[in-house]
């Protein structure tokens, strides 16, 4: 007799067994090859496809598990975004143009030239203007996007036309490009500018987002050979289309007319932005208004022509009452974004006039200079369209790129000569430098990046350097820097004040009752009023002034070393921090500690290197001296 299986022992039937590689990792990602059986596409349409949707490529945990027990080298992506582009409009376009080549092709080869252009002329591109609102629901969305795709297009601007990309493309990354100052320009929203070895950072706040954008320098650009334009031009296309969403909207929140029309005269002698010509949004307005009258004419009634009389009689009398008030005022022209400047502010340039020299580079100083309200004329080798020549009596500031001044600045009327740097300076400052130190042949102060937080820097034990520092703390550190070589220069004043340590410490502490502003000076070396008032209190007690001179330099070195014993105080304490810390650190899990150890290293790197630059400066402030 066969023995039976025990109760209590659960058998499984073939058929509830789980299929290998239909759960699990192996569902939720296909490679690119099976994405591409499932959609039917070549290889250069999925690419397209996948930078249009935003679809990129994911890292499973377990490789062998998403491939099926396979390692072979693959690229995966998630199986519901492959799902999601069988159903997209572009796929069945890019479908029918392969379909249309082949025709075309074949027309062609037949030498059938009539079929080929109607063909060709009934053929139509695809759209993805869907695309731009799937992908940005939300115009803050959209703004915080325009990084890359600004970018992007600037540079595609400023390339020469090639096999690769037609001068069409390019036109229209200029045209984008401009559109895109003049919006800056009449809003007024540039904050920050930096001239890199990359190129110029700019940084605009639009609708509340912070911009940041590159433009390379006007130089010759030579294209690389391995650059592959094919995927360059699917995120120009996708950014083009973005970029005309995005200013339709921006333009119309500043009362402007999208897109401004083109001076074809006026660009082709090199105007730049004063070719493009602005409209209000109020004509179109008023237009709407007049068709919508004009079509309401032919159902009037009598009465209706009776209430339009009377309302026609007292538009009348108050139109002369305001013509009698504005005879009294003064007459305005009508501005057609007049409206818009009302609302920003008048710029920190808005009251100056700047002359250009011919050796400086135009566009980025016309731009830099306008989005701060300022006016500005340019020799007319750089081009079309100055308002004012070099001599006029308007311009206060003349921007030159020299050694020196030429002769023929002799005979000028009185402006202030600098550099092209002092604009920038004062637009990364928000206020007007003087312009002793960027004057022609002058040696620039340091140009740091505006982009640097220096609170976060000093908070994280960062190095900061000296002119993005206050005036306050520059004064300080530069006393400790001249403090440092008093003390290390000579040990004669080390021996004296040793000798003489007991007396000044009571003399200290006489003067703290009866010469406070003393202390006080010696406590702020860079505070003038506190000086000042040290002085008229040495005045009142009958000292001489060579006499205060040597207590304020005692009372500095004392203020200084009792900085230094707080410190050496806190260092001091700092053992006991580290063993509470190392304690701590013990109590940690394996991943925490080793995340505590990668922040540590960074911590010391970075303390490490702001001592180095230290040392380098105060090394070069002794050579200076």
């Keep these: 007799m066969g023995r039976t299986a025990p109760a209590h022992i659960k058998t499984v039937r073939p058929g509830l067994k789980k299929k290998k590689g239909t759960t699990g990792a192996a569902r939720n990602y296909v490679t690119r090859n099976q994405a591409l059986k499932k959609l039917q596409c070549t290889l250069s349409d999925f690419r397209r496809l996948c930078i249009l949707k935003g679809i990129y490529p994911r890292e499973p945990k377990s490789r062998k598990k998403a491939n099926r027990g396979s390692t072979a080298a693959a690229s995966f992506y998630y199986s519901k975004d492959i799902a999601y582009l069988l159903h997209e409009p572009v796929l069945q376009k890019l479908r029918e143009h392969k379909a249309f080549a082949k025709k075309l092709s074949r027309a062609l080869g037949r030498k059938e030239d009539g079929l080929a252009k109607n063909l060709d002329s009934a053929h139509e591109g695809y759209r993805i203007d869907h695309i731009i609102k799937e992908r940005y629901p939300v115009f803050t969305d959209a703004i915080r996007d325009l990084d890359d795709a600004l970018s992007l297009i600037i540079l595609f601007a400023n390339l020469p036309s090639t096999n690769h990309v037609s001068p069409k493309v390019i036109a229209n990354c200029a045209r984008l490009a401009s559109e895109w100052q003049i919006y800056v320009m009449k809003s007024r929203s540039l904050k920050h500018v930096f001239l890199s070895i990359k190129g110029i950072y700019y940084q605009a706040e639009v609708e509340g987002q912070r911009v940041t954008w590159l433009v390379p320098y006007a130089f010759t650009q030579t294209i690389p050979a391995d650059v592959d334009f094919r995927i360059m031009l699917t995120f120009l296309e996708l950014y083009q289309t973005l970029l005309g969403f995005v200013f339709y909207r921006l333009f119309q929140n500043i009362n402007l007319i999208y897109p401004p029309k083109l001076d074809f005269n006026?660009?082709?002698?090199?105007?730049?932005?004063?070719?493009?010509?602005?409209?209000?949004?109020?004509?179109?307005?008023?237009?709407?208004?007049?068709?919508?009258?004009?079509?309401?004419?032919?159902?009037?009634?009598?009465?209706?022509?009776?209430?339009?009389?009377?309302?026609?009689?007292?538009?009348?009398?108050?139109?002369?009452?305001?013509?009698?008030?504005?005879?009294?005022?003064?007459?305005?022209?009508?501005?057609?974004?007049?409206?818009?400047?009302?609302?920003?502010?008048?710029?920190?340039?808005?009251?100056?006039?700047?002359?250009?020299?011919?050796?400086?580079?135009?566009?980025?100083?016309?731009?830099?200079?306008?989005?701060?309200?300022?006016?500005?004329?340019?020799?007319?080798i750089l081009g079309a369209g100055s308002p004012y020549l070099e001599s006029d009596p308007r311009i206060t500031h003349h921007v030159i790129d020299r050694p020196q001044l030429p002769a023929a600045t002799a005979g000028l009327p009185q402006r202030a000569f600098v550099q092209p740097q002092w604009v920038v300076d004062c637009i990364n400052k928000s206020t007007l430098l003087p312009t002793e130190e960027y004057g022609p042949g002058k040696t620039l102060p340091p140009h740091l990046s505006p982009f640097v937080d220096d609170e976060e820097v000093r908070r994280q034990g960062g190095y900061l350097p000296q002119a993005s520092l206050p005036s306050a703390a520059q004064g300080s550190a530069q006393t400790a820097g001249v403090d440092d070589e008093e003390e290390g220069s000579g040990e004669?004043?080390?021996?004296?004040?040793?000798?003489?340590?007991?007396?000044?410490?009571?003399?200290?502490?006489?003067?703290?009752?009866?010469?406070?502003?003393?202390?006080?000076?010696?406590?702020?070396?860079?505070?003038?009023?506190?000086?000042?008032?040290?002085?008229?209190?040495?005045?009142?007690?009958?000292?001489?002034?060579?006499?205060?001179?040597?207590?304020?330099?005692?009372?500095?070195?004392?203020?200084?070393?009792?900085?230094?014993?707080?410190?050496?105080?806190?260092?001091?304490?700092?053992?006991?921090?580290?063993d509470n810390s190392k304690m701590a650190e013990m109590l940690l899990s394996s991943k925490q500690r080793k995340l505590y150890t990668k922040m540590s290293y960074t911590k010391h790197q970075r303390a490490e290197e702001k001592r180095r630059l230290e040392t380098k400066k105060k090394n070069l402030m002794k050579k200076q001296k």
């Design 492 to 578: 004669e004043d080390e021996e004296d004040e040793a000798v003489e340590e007991p007396a000044v410490v009571n003399k200290a502490k006489s003067e703290a009752t009866s010469r406070p502003a003393l202390l006080a000076a010696a406590s702020n070396a860079d505070n003038e009023d506190l000086l000042h008032a040290a002085e008229i209190e040495a005045e009142e007690l009958g000292i001489s002034h060579d006499q205060f001179q040597k207590d304020l330099k005692r009372a500095s070195k004392e203020a200084r070393k009792s900085k230094k014993s707080t410190l050496d105080k806190k260092a001091q304490a700092e053992p006991k921090d580290d």
């Design 266 to 380: 006026m660009d082709e002698a090199g105007a730049g932005l004063n070719a493009l010509i602005l409209e209000s949004n109020q004509k179109a307005l008023v237009a709407d208004q007049t068709d919508t009258n004009e079509a309401n004419t032919g159902r009037q009634t009598a009465k209706n022509v009776r209430n339009e009389i009377k309302s026609l009689i007292s538009a009348q009398a108050d139109a002369q009452d305001e013509e009698e008030d504005n005879e009294q005022g003064e007459q305005m022209e009508v501005d057609p974004v007049a409206e818009t400047n009302d609302q920003v502010e008048e710029g920190l340039f808005k009251p100056y006039a700047f002359f250009l020299s011919r050796e400086v580079t135009r566009p980025m100083l016309e731009f830099v200079i306008k989005c701060s309200g300022g006016e500005v004329g340019w020799d007319p």
